[in-house]
């Protein structure tokens, strides 16, 4: 059974930095994509960025600039690093992956941003 587990989340002023990290219990190599979605108080979970199996990457436009995806293939783990976070960043993160026709979530790590 696959397993997602994310790491890194927590509590930032407004302007610092986080990196998430989603560590996955099955070689992403063969993954379609991998990708963090999430998800605020009220609203609907939403994606924020994407990459691909041979690594190409796509972001929402509030991460365009701010936020970069990334794997590592010999970890089995992907990152989300987050720069410039701003309370509107405020959310639970998911990490996301397609495998073998299946999709899977990771439980979630909440990062809060303070203003």
């Known amino acids: 059974q696959v397993q997602l587990v994310e790491s890194g989340g927590g509590l930032v002023q407004a302007g610092g930095s986080l990196r998430l990290s989603c560590a996955a219990s099955m070689s992403i190599l063969t993954t379609n994509v991998m990708a963090w979605y999430r998800q605020a108080p009220r609203n609907e979970r939403e994606l924020v960025a994407g990459i691909a199996r041979f690594g190409i990457t796509n972001y929402a436009d509030s991460a365009k600039g701010r936020f970069t995806i990334s794997k590592d293939n010999a970890k089995n783990t992907v990152y989300l690093q987050m720069n410039s976070l701003k309370p509107e960043d405020t959310a639970v993160y998911y990490c996301?992956?397609?495998?073998?026709?299946?999709?899977?979530w990771g439980q979630g790590t909440q990062v809060t941003v303070s203003s």
């Open positions: 996301k992956v397609e495998w073998r026709g299946e999709t899977y």
